[in-house]
């Protein structure tokens, strides 16, 4: 996933990622080493230019696992009840 995530920044210049099923990665610390090599390929990229923190590491899990945000771990989760709430509301 990292190699992939070097890839993807480096030859896309993508400013943002998701992580999809979470959960089932079984390893949290390796959540935040994603995060925190994203967040420092982007720093090095755009050093010249002054980076700054609106790179993000998106986590997509059902569960809604919100340890991983109080432990800095993820910048956000995906916040699937929101979005059938929003749908319900507009229908």
Not at 12 to 31: A, C, K, L, P, Q
């Amino acid at each position: 996933m990292k190699s992939s995530l070097i890839r993807w920044m480096n030859d896309f210049h993508i400013d943002g990622t998701r992580m999809d099923s979470i959960e089932n990665v079984y390893n949290w610390d390796f959540i935040r080493e994603y995060k925190d090599l994203a967040r420092e390929i982007w720093k090095q990229r755009f050093a010249a230019a002054g980076a700054d923190e609106r790179f993000l590491v998106v986590g997509e899990e059902l569960q809604e696992p919100l340890e991983l945000l109080h432990q800095q771990r993820l910048d956000g989760l995906w916040h699937e009840n929101f979005k059938r709430f929003i749908f319900l509301k507009s229908l």
